[in-house]
């Protein structure tokens, strides 16, 4: 199986709980900032997928592997799929099947952190669809079809920490995220051959729709709704039906599941 939740059977609030734990991120808002930085998530998601760091950053020939359990490698990534094409190739040419675990903040909690390091109330604010991970899959699509490939999108309402050191009046304009941390899972979704990823297409979505309509639901624009779209594309899963003037009008190939 290459389902997270194949390694370990306790509840995703459990796991989650004990995880925090054992990443070592228990404590005040004050502890974490500027302690962990973007390796907070990062940290927290190896101990979910598998508790025991013996498991954790293990060397396979000239890459580490974020996590090995029960024969399989799980890489976290908290930021683009590019950045892990040559080491997927390299761990799948080995013989060896990889997971890629990619986090996505469904629900958003957000905290400033002044200059003195006092720390705002946390505020709700927009989080992403899964489909915001359609624009990665466009850099590792020519792994959907290695029987060795899976791809886990799990949804996370996490609190987001920001320094208050923007260029604008209120400093919040330009500022640079402090660190993030997952407090509740909400969902998980595995993507083990290439049909399976039209679960990352918006719904409802007409059935014709054109580029900007599919970005409204995806919440995406610009290159990022491009690549979307190329890569529904390339995987077979939308196709060209007609043309509205200069535009493309697509529909989906394969149904929801």
């Known amino acids: ?10 509840s995703a609030e459990d796991r989650l709980e004990r995880a925090l734990r054992l990443a070592g991120t228990y404590g005040s808002p004050e502890q974490m900032i500027g302690v962990m930085k973007e390796k907070t998530l990062h940290s927290v998601l190896k101990f979910f997928v598998d508790p025991d760091p013996g498991h954790h950053e293990i060397k396979v020939g000239p890459y580490f592997a974020d996590v090995i359990s029960g024969g399989r490698i ?5 930021g683009s799929l590019s950045a892990l094409r040559k080491k997927i190739a390299f761990f799948l040419s080995s013989g060896i099947p990889v997971t890629v675990v990619k986090p996505v903040p469904a629900e958003k909690r957000l905290a400033w952190v002044s200059d003195t390091g006092e720390v705002s109330n946390p505020r709700k604010t927009r989080g992403q669809t899964v489909s915001s991970v359609l624009p990665e899959v466009y850099y590792i699509k020519e792994f959907t079809d290695d029987p060795g490939f899976s791809l886990n999108v ?3 309402r996490v609190c987001e920490y920001r320094l208050l050191d ?4 209120d400093k919040k304009k330009g500022s640079h995220r402090d660190n993030r941390v997952p407090e509740e899972i909400i969902g998980s979704i595995d993507l083990k051959d290439k049909a399976e990823y039209n679960k990352l297409i918006p719904y409802p979505l007409p059935e014709k729709f054109t580029s900007e309509e599919f970005g409204k639901a995806a919440r995406l624009q610009g290159r990022k709704l491009s690549f979307s779209l190329v890569t529904l594309r390339d995987l077979g899963l939308i196709r060209v039906c007609e043309k509205k003037g200069n535009k493309n ?3 989906i190939v394969s149904e929801n599941p």
Do not use: F, H, K, N
Request: overall charge negative.
């Open 1 to 10: 199986m290459t389902s997270v939740d194949a390694i370990c059977p306790e």
């Open 74 to 78: 799980y890489e976290i990534q908290t």
């Open 154 to 156: 799990l949804s996370l």
């Open 166 to 169: 923007g260029w604008s009046r």
């Open 249 to 251: 009008v697509y529909e």
